[in-house]
């Protein structure tokens, strides 16, 4: 194997402007970009990005390499982080330590705790609830024909069904809406120096606030179960002891922000997806039943929601044909292995109809497969069905306009329309 030397590399990566260090490179159009991953997907083994030792990383970009990383754990750690930067040791100590953090025992015992709160009830009061406000949203969007799909659609969905699961009381929900979008809306995003020195600030206040009307809420539970998802957490143990008030701050904080973003941008992205292939529009509309299931993972697989996470290597190992040793850093680009030409046919194609589609936008398998992926995809079939069977001609009107994230395809605005029946 003809592994190129990495000052030849980053010299040809450059003449494409392909340099995922450079926040130069997440401005680019979104078209740019997918051509640069192409381009690395087309090299012997994964490329090193960054010159500083604690910033540098290796981009893993072909879908093969995402999961096998994804699936090895022992070798490619989610501690100390999987964001990038990584969350500092203070703020993991005040706020609590995500799931998406955790690795082994501790990452293991949260995770059943956690899905043994999903209980078959639980599921099912979810699911019929998901289609109550399926209707409900798109009754309010016909009744007020608003202009811009994201607030008014796209985040009102995951955000009520995310806050009727936990059990969030209607009282607080502008409060928490408001902290969420503070918590989010600056991840991956460049800014400049004015906004570095505030907004992180601004993030922080958000999170706290988040988790002090949590611990409220919890307490409340404690006395007066009910049945939501704040009430099994409260009341379940891990190896006999109870969940304290930071691990279940940090997981509503982790529920709720991801919950809602990553779901709000895949379906702003569908709308758009749906409006600029009006084939693949009314091929759903003809058997809905038939294509759903197929259309929404098509859309999680073209838009990819979240663009990547990292992982810390803690063993030595090979991967992709290459050497990594305890320490390096790599990037799992979750957007580029869904366009992974060895895998996909024509993979720049939107097609409902795509079988088999092994997408990786719920993660590449593992410990850390997302959760919510059921939920996602049950929020997502009854939101299109109610947008596409009662409003005539419902459209995206231009482009989504996009957040210059390295974090997620995050759609800050989308402007559409629609007929009455």
């Not at 000052?7 to 995922?20: F, I, K, Y």
């Not at 309010?140 to 995310?162: L, T, Y």
């Not at 991840?187 to 601004?202: D, N, S």
């Not at 390295?406 to 989308?414: G, H, I, M, P």
């Amino acid at each position: 194997m003809n592994i190129p030397t990495q000052a030849s590399t980053q010299h040809m990566l450059r003449a494409h402007n392909a340099d995922l260090a450079d926040p130069v490179f997440w401005q680019l159009p979104r078209s740019e970009r997918l051509k640069a991953f192409a381009l690395l997907r087309g090299l012997d083994a994964p490329v090193r990005f960054g010159e500083s030792p604690g910033k540098s990383f290796y981009a893993l970009v072909k879908h093969a390499d995402v999961m096998e990383a994804s699936r090895q754990p022992r070798q490619f750690a989610s501690a100390p982080g999987v964001t990038t930067p990584e969350p500092a040791a203070w703020a993991k100590a005040v706020f609590g330590n995500s799931m998406v953090n955790m690795d082994g025992s501790e990452h293991a015992t949260m995770r059943r705790i956690v899905s043994r709160a999903f209980t078959p009830r639980l599921l099912a009061a979810a699911e019929e609830d998901i289609r109550a406000v399926a209707r409900r949203v798109v009754d309010e969007m016909i009744d007020r024909r608003p202009g811009d799909f994201v607030p008014s659609v796209a985040s009102r969905m995951p955000f009520e069904v995310i806050c009727n699961l936990m059990g969030i009381p209607e009282r607080y929900r502008p409060e928490i809406a408001d902290r969420v979008n503070h918590a989010s809306e600056n991840v991956g995003v460049k800014r400049g120096l004015r906004a570095r020195l505030r907004v992180p600030g601004r993030g922080l206040r958000a999170l706290a606030h988040m988790q002090l009307v949590m611990a409220k809420l919890a307490r409340e539970r404690r006395r007066r179960p009910t049945d939501d998802l704040i009430s099994a957490l409260v009341r379940a143990d891990i190896d006999g002891q109870s969940l304290s008030s930071r691990q279940l701050g940090a997981f509503f904080s982790l529920l709720l922000v991801a919950g809602v973003e990553t779901t709000r941008n895949a379906i702003a992205h569908g709308l758009a997806l749906l409006t600029e292939h009006p084939e693949q529009r009314a091929l759903l509309v003809s058997d809905f039943d038939r294509y759903a299931d197929g259309a929404v993972d098509e859309i999680v697989r073209h838009s990819t929601p979240i663009i990547q996470f990292r992982r810390t290597v803690i063993a030595e190992c090979s991967l992709g044909g290459r050497e990594f040793r305890p320490g390096e850093k790599v990037v799992l680009f979750y957007a580029s292995a869904n366009r992974d030409e060895a895998v996909f046919t024509n993979p720049d194609v939107f097609d409902i109809t795509r079988d088999p589609n092994p997408h990786l936008g719920y993660g590449g398998g593992g410990p850390h497969y997302c959760l919510g992926s059921h939920l996602a995809r049950q929020e997502m079939k009854a939101l299109f069905h109610e947008l596409l069977t009662r409003p005539r001609d419902l459209r995206a009107v231009g482009i989504p306009e996009l957040v210059d994230s390295n974090f997620d395809n995050r759609v800050r605005a989308l402007r559409f329309a629609f007929d009455l029946s």
